[in-house]
């Protein structure tokens, strides 16, 4: 379970540690969205981990609690920016949009993975960070639940793709369905198999 320990080491709670995270980087379809979350150490929720080992329920739980008594940024970059820049680029600008978003601003970060965004804060990578830090693992449920709900949204408008249960990820399902409906506008056209079906090289 994620700990505390990366945060207290750079002088938390004395010093604004904003974790950092984002959901949405490998899907065919739908935004990527970033998420920086600054804790309150009087009300950690009780189970916080990265969002892919929690239920929904338990994500939904913890997104609201997080939401509630923390600071919390989030920031999204569109398809076209994704296809425009490259999606480990536009999540990069997601990220700078979700710190952004923070109010306070942070004195440091933690991000997720083991590439510096490059946000002109002291930056500490952490690899499976979602898995190690609590403000990471904040970080991880606010990316997902929002991102989760956006393909909800985009799913209402677009059924065909079944976005409500596969978020845009490139299941069986998905791929059949491009096969069967062609690709719509949100989908990335700088994706495999969606270019390919474009003719985009």
Request: hydrophobic share 35%.
């Amino acid at each position: 379970m994620p700990d505390n320990l990366n945060e207290r080491d750079i002088g938390w709670p004395k010093k604004l540690i904003a974790g950092i995270d984002e959901a949405g980087r490998g899907p065919w379809a739908g935004p990527v969205v970033s998420a920086a979350v600054i804790l309150n150490e009087k009300n950690i929720p009780d189970g916080l981990n990265d969002s892919k080992k929690l239920s929904e329920k338990k994500r939904l739980y913890l997104y609201s609690s997080i939401y509630n008594f923390h600071s919390v940024g989030v920031g999204i970059s569109s398809i076209e920016e994704i296809d425009s820049m490259n999606v480990l680029q536009a999540t990069f600008l997601s990220m700078k949009r979700a710190v952004e978003d923070l109010n306070p601003q942070p004195e440091y970060i933690l991000v997720d993975g083991n590439l510096d965004p490059g946000l002109n804060f002291k930056t500490k990578c952490i690899i499976k960070g979602d898995s190690i830090s609590i403000s990471i693992a904040a970080a991880s449920v606010i990316a997902k639940v929002t991102r989760d709900n956006l393909m909800l949204k985009l799913d209402k408008e677009f059924p065909n793709y079944n976005w409500k249960k596969n978020k845009g990820y490139g299941t069986a399902e998905h791929r059949n369905a491009l096969e069967l409906h062609g690709p719509c506008k949100y989908h990335r056209k700088s994706f495999s198999p969606i270019n390919k079906m474009l003719g985009v090289n």
